[in-house]
């Protein structure tokens, strides 16, 4: 095959002034992991970012022929990357009534071992199209790479089921980065020398972390191919929604009051008379130096100069009434602050709120306050307490002042909440949240992925989701559904017609949890689910006192005198989390909807607000996928008001799936079905699981920033 021209533009770049090389890029070759062309190199996807790329090249019958890569890649932990493939030939063509080629739907993945020193060389054990009976591209391999100054070096060996023996034994190359957005690649794949080059965007033109790259296989030995040249585009997203929180990061999440009064501890109130006021206090110093920690009279003395003398609890309810607070109660009991509230505005996350709450507490104390506790309230049920003293939530939430010899800023815990809340039994509630509506509008999606019936078949509506507090713990729950949109393959007369969304209400339940002793939390529901089942469901969860470990009991009973059905699913699942990873495992076992026995076992990834999850069902048939979860709403929603709140939904899900461990790839439906509801215990009280001690504390920044984003800069 003849060398064919890139492009002019890159000819004139590389006649350009030299200019520095940065740090060594990495991309998605031309198949699913992170290498040059058609080889991987020993690089994975960087943690939290997320890769999607398109390349047109897809190896079929001994050969190379033109059609369309579909790849998405995610960095789900240091060092591991998980990478999901749609190869087809054609979209929409019917593989059964016409000849659509291949079209196939695979997992693929790779792991970086991590206990290499990265001044050595790096070492990558990788796998191609996972699982499945239809292993169309299935490869297992081995791979080093070392850097040198502007240049890469890769060798690697692999076996594979390629007709062509694409790595089907050794394999190496040598990637050359003159500028920090221009590779040229060469490479031997094991069958066939490939020649080509990649681009990158500046890192400054996105400083948020995206990042846009093209590829071009200019070269190939190989003859057996349907065009002398391959191109693939790609973009890489930050997958961090709020706080960018990492496994590295957790350690400065935990910093401690002796650690922030050495180096965070400044004069720098959020307040310019503040500041003014500690100025004639402060030594000159250079610029790169740390502020010495101000002493407690300093702290006071400024406070006095800035802040007028508060003699009780009415101001700052008020402040937080305006801050879109509800269900609010406060007193001052024995020089403690103490605070009940509800919050229904800051939905991405929990902590948002315990922030910009516990900052409006010291802001606006009254003066005898020494200590602050906070009481979380969800449905008016209390769901979390923090407690701290005042000096110790200024210094960090406004980096001001010492903190009073603490061990911890915050302590949070989950026990005893109703004895805590009893302490403000007597005091008036502002700002009632009970029988004030609530509209919940999001998109629903129906869909089948890379079926030989088409690459995308979907049903698409509006859900609009009607939310009714009553009393404590109750809730009225209804939901619509609008169709927006279908796929031929949903329409009338249709293959999947039946399951395409209609204009319907397909919830209408009521729903009451209680607090129960030894730490227990039940929810019971009553009503219509799915269209046409009737009847009752419990969800009952503990959680350790830490928030590590949680168990939960669900069972239901429903019926479907149509179809003449009884579903009577009975499920235990146990919950790990382990903080250092913002990663939690679950594994549940019982009985599902359908009446197929057996287990689920689901990885969950935490990027910010972002959850990404793996996961494996074993009934009647083995079911794996992959699943997104994120908050499809504003991060500081419609403050509510009198007449009700429209909103989006805090967690909206959509994933792919397929069955594995069977000789056949048929469709399969029905299997590991749980009775999920979008009013869930975890979800609706639990801040999608993640409200409990460990989870907070590994997340304190977070606080600090809504206090920073939704308070201070408001003023």
Request: glycine share 6%; proline share 4%; with cysteine.
């Amino acid at each position: 095959m003849r060398l064919q021209p890139i492009s002019w533009g890159v000819a004139l770049l590389l006649g350009s002034p030299l200019v520095m090389a940065g740090e060594f890029q990495h991309s998605l070759a031309q198949e699913p992991y992170t290498g040059l062309l058609k080889t991987p190199n020993a690089q994975v996807a960087d943690y939290g970012l997320a890769q999607f790329d398109f390349s047109n090249a897809i190896e079929r019958n001994s050969g190379y022929i033109d059609g369309y890569n579909y790849m998405a890649t995610a960095g789900l932990f240091p060092g591991l990357e998980v990478t999901g493939r749609i190869a087809t030939q054609a979209h929409d063509s019917h593989c059964f009534t016409e000849n659509c080629g291949i079209r196939d739907l695979s997992a693929s993945a790779k792991y970086q071992l991590p206990f290499i020193p990265k001044e050595w060389f790096d070492v990558a054990i990788g796998a191609r199209d996972m699982g499945g009976a239809a292993n169309n591209f299935r490869a297992y391999y081995g791979v080093i790479s070392k850097q040198w100054q502007q240049l890469r070096f890769t060798a690697g060996a692999g076996t594979s089921e390629s007709p062509l023996g694409q790595l089907d034994g050794p394999f190496g190359g040598v990637e050359w980065q003159p500028f920090g957005w221009l590779q040229l690649l060469a490479e031997y794949d094991a069958n066939s020398v490939n020649l080509g080059a990649k681009l990158f965007t500046p890192q400054q033109w996105s400083p948020n972390g995206w990042q846009a790259y093209t590829s071009v296989q200019a070269y190939q030995q190989e003859d057996r191919a349907e065009r002398d040249y391959w191109f693939g585009v790609g973009v890489k997203v930050p997958m961090w929604l709020g706080s960018k929180h990492s496994a590295a990061a957790v350690q400065s999440n935990r910093v401690t009051p002796e650690e922030i009064a050495e180096a965070n501890q400044r004069v720098a109130s959020v307040s310019q008379q503040a500041t003014t006021a500690s100025s004639a206090t402060a030594v000159s110093a250079p610029a790169t130096a740390t502020p010495a920690p101000v002493s407690a009279n300093v702290e006071q003395t400024a406070s006095a100069v800035t802040k007028p003398v508060i003699a009780d609890t009415q101001p700052l309810v008020a402040q937080l009434q305006q801050a879109g607070f509800e269900s609010i109660q406060a007193a001052v009991i024995d020089n403690q602050l103490v605070v009940a509230l509800e919050n229904n505005r800051y939905n991405w996350n929990e902590l948002d709120a315990l922030g910009v709450a516990l900052g409006l507490m010291a802001d606006y104390a009254p003066e005898q306050t020494r200590d602050l506790q906070l009481i979380l309230l969800n449905q008016k049920l209390p769901v979390l307490s923090v407690s701290t003293t005042r000096s110790c939530a200024l210094a960090y939430l406004q980096q001001t002042g010492n903190c009073d010899n603490r061990t911890t800023f915050f302590d949070v815990s989950t026990r005893d909440l109703t004895k805590q809340l009893a302490k403000l039994k007597a005091q008036p509630e502002t700002n009632n949240a009970s029988f004030r509506p609530r509209l919940v509008v999001a998109p629903a999606i129906r869909s089948n992925i890379a079926t030989e019936y088409g690459v995308v078949d979907y049903s698409l509506a509006l859900s609009s989701n009607l939310q009714l507090p009553l009393w404590q713990g109750a809730m009225f729950d209804a939901r619509h559904f609008a169709p927006l949109s279908e796929s031929d393959d949903y329409e009338d007369g249709a293959l999947w017609a039946n399951s395409r969304y209609e204009s319907e209400f397909d919830r209408v339940l009521v729903h009451q949890a209680f607090r129960l002793p030894v730490d227990l939390f039940t929810k019971f529901s009553a009503g219509r689910i799915m269209s046409d089942y009737e009847g009752v469901q419990n969800e009952t969860r503990w959680e350790s006192a830490q928030g590590v470990h949680r168990v939960k009991l669900e069972t239901a009973r429903f019926t479907n005198d149509e179809r003449d059905h009884t579903a009577t699913p009975i499920l235990g699942s146990y919950r790990y989390y382990k903080a250092d990873w913002d990663w939690a495992g679950e594994l549940t076992v019982g009985e599902f909807w359908e009446g197929d026995k057996g287990y689920k076992l689901v990885s969950k990834h935490w990027f910010g607000d972002t959850e990404i999850r793996l996961f494996l069902r074993d009934t009647r048939e083995q079911i794996a996928g992959i699943e997104f979860a994120i908050p499809l709403t504003l991060r500081q929603d419609m403050k509510p008001i009198r007449f009700g709140q429209i909103r989006g939904t805090e967690q909206f899900a959509y994933g792919i799936e397929s069955l594995v461990g069977k000789d056949h790839n048929r469709l399969t439906s029905g299997i590991g079905i749980t009775p999920a509801l979008t009013h869930n215990v975890d979800q609706v009280y639990f801040n999608r699981d993640r409200l409990n001690p460990v989870y907070v504390e590994s997340h304190l920044i977070r606080l600090r920033e809504a206090y920073q984003k939704y308070v201070v800069a408001a003023k």
